[in-house]
C-alpha cells in the first residue's frame, strides 16, 4: 500500500471529529453536524471547481457523518469523481464511500462499474485491489454480471500479483454466493484447483475458501482438489513452525489454512487412491499425536489454535468414518476434553462425542466416557444439562 504523505492528514477532518467529540449534548452534536453538511452542500454547488484534496476531504466527512447514524442525501457523484484520481488516498476514499453508501439499485452504479473495469484494466496492483474490494462489498447481481467473467482471468492470470489473487478469490466467492448462476467457473475449474500448489500461502487460503464453497454446490467438477489438499495439508502438519514463519500462530503453522482444507476434504468421501489415502491418515495421525504434546506456550492464542485445528480433524474422521484406528483415538482424544476446565471445550467435545456413538467402529470406545458424560449433567450451568441429557452419547 502507498505510503501517505503528511498532506493527506486532511486536519479539517481532525477538527470537525474533535469538534463532534467535545459536543456535551446531542443536541450539540446535531447542531454541529447540520452546520458541517450545509458547508459541505454549499462547497459541491459552487462555482469553484474542488481539487482532489478538498473532495476528498469533504467526501470523508460525509462518511464520518453516516457513520454516526445521520442520513446523507447527496455526496455520491463526488465520491463517484474521486474513482478516476490518479491518487490512491482519494480513489481509496471514494470507493469507501461508494462500498458502505450506495445502494446497489442506484443510478450511479453503471458510472461505478466503468471506473472499475478502468481500474481492472490498469494492472496497478494497488488499484486493482480496491476495484476488487468494492465488489466484493457490493456483491449486488448488477456488479456480478458486469465483472463475473472477468474476475477468473485475473485470478489465474500468471502476472496477477499474489495480493490481487487473494482479493480476486474472496470476490468471486463473493459473488458466487450472492449470484450463482453468473459466475461461470466451466473453464477455469483446473487452473482454480491448481492455486491449492500455489508457492504463496495466502493465495491458498484464499482459493481454498473459494474452492470449498464450489465444492458443496459441484463435488464432482472439483474432486481433483483433494489430492492437492491432502499434499498441502502434509506439507503444513510436518513442518516446523520455522518452516511456515510468515504463516506460524503461536507456534502453530498455519492453522486457519488448515481447517479451511480439512473442511474442503469433508465436502469428500474417503480418497480412493491408496496412496492419497495413506498420506492423509499420516496427517491426521500427525494432528492428534501433536494434541498429546506438550503446550509450547501458555497462552490462550496457542491453545485455541492447535484445538482450532484438532476438532477439524476429527470432524473429517467423523465424517469418513472408515479408520477404526483414527474414530478411537479421535473418541480418547475428546473423552480428555469432557474432564477439561474450559467450558467451551467439553461442549465441543460432547457435541463430537454425540456424533462418535453413531460409528459401529467408535461405539465401544464412546461407553468408556459415560460416565464423565454423566457427571456432566450435575454441572451448575443450566444449558449445559440441557445438551447432555439430550445426547444420545447417554443412550449408548
Known amino acids: 500500500m502507498p505510503a501517505v504523505s503528511k498532506g493527506d492528514g486532511m ?66 457523484m463526488e465520491a463517484v469523481n474521486l474513482l478516476s484520481s490518479n491518487k490512491y488516498t482519494e480513489k481509496q476514499i471514494g470507493y469507501l464511500f461508494i462500498s458502505v453508501l450506495v445502494n ?66 474472496l470476490c468471486l466467492l463473493r459473488l458466487y454466493r450472492t449470484s450463482p448462476d453468473l459466475v461461470p467457473m466451466g473453464e477455469w475449474i483446473s487452473r482454480v484447483v491448481h492455486l491449492l500448489n500455489d508457492q504463496h500461502l495466502g493465495v491458498v487460503t484464499a482459493a481454498t475458501s473459494l474452492i470449498t464453497t464450489l465444492a458443496q454446490k459441484n463435488p464432482e467438477e472439483f474432486k481433483t482438489s483433494v489430492s492437492l489438499a491432502v499434499s498441502r495439508l502434509s506439507r503444513i ?89 483414527l474414530l478411537v483415538r479421535a473418541c480418547n482424544q475428546l473423552g480428555q476434553f469432557l474432564q477439561h476446565r474450559e467450558t467451551n471445550l467439553r461442549y465441543l467435545a460432547l457435541e463430537s462425542m454425540c456424533t462418535l456413538a453413531s460409528s459401529e467402529f467408535s461405539h465401544e470406545a464412546v461407553k468408556t466416557h459415560i460416565e464423565t458424560v454423566i457427571n456432566a449433567l450435575k454441572t451448575e450451568r443450566g444449558e449445559r444439562k440441557t445438551e447432555s441429557s439430550g445426547s444420545p452419547v447417554c443412550h449408548v
Open 237 to 325: 502438519v510436518t513442518s516446523a513452525s520455522t518452516d511456515l514463519q510468515d504463516y506460524t500462530y503461536y507456534f502453530v503453522p498455519a492453522p486457519w489454512l488448515s481447517v479451511k482444507l480439512l473442511r474442503l476434504l469433508q465436502c469428500y468421501p474417503p480418497p480412493e487412491d491408496p496412496a492419497v489415502r495413506g498420506r492423509l491418515t499420516e496427517c491426521l495421525e500427525t494432528i492428534l499425536n501433536k494434541a498429546q504434546e506438550p503446550p509450547k506456550s501458555k497462552k490462550v492464542q496457542h491453545s485455541n489454535a492447535k484445538n482450532a485445528v484438532l476438532f477439524e480433524a476429527i470432524s473429517l474422521i467423523i465424517h469418513h468414518d472408515s479408520e477404526p484406528n
Open 104 to 169: 446497489s439499485n442506484s443510478e450511479l452504479i453503471r458510472l461505478i462499474n466503468n471506473a472499475i473495469k478502468n481500474d481492472l484494466a490498469s494492472r496497478n496492483p494497488t488499484f486493482m485491489g480496491l476495484a476488487l474490494h468494492c465488489i466484493a462489498n457490493v456483491g449486488s447481481r448488477e456488479m456480478a454480471e458486469a465483472f463475473a467473467g472477468e474476475i477468473p482471468k485475473i485470478l489465474v492470470a500468471g502476472d496477477t500479483m499474489d495480493s490481487v489473487k487473494e482479493s480476486a478469490a
Open 11 to 76: 486536519r479539517g477532518l481532525a477538527v470537525f471529529i474533535s469538534d463532534i467529540r467535545n459536543c456535551k449534548s446531542k443536541e450539540a452534536e446535531i447542531k454541529r453536524i447540520n452546520k458541517e453538511l450545509a458547508n459541505i452542500r454549499s462547497k459541491f454547488k459552487g462555482d469553484k471547481a474542488l481539487d482532489g484534496y478538498s473532495k476528498k476531504k469533504y467526501v470523508c466527512k460525509l462518511l464520518f457523518i453516516f457513520l454516526l447514524g445521520h442520513d446523507i442525501d447527496f455526496g455520491h
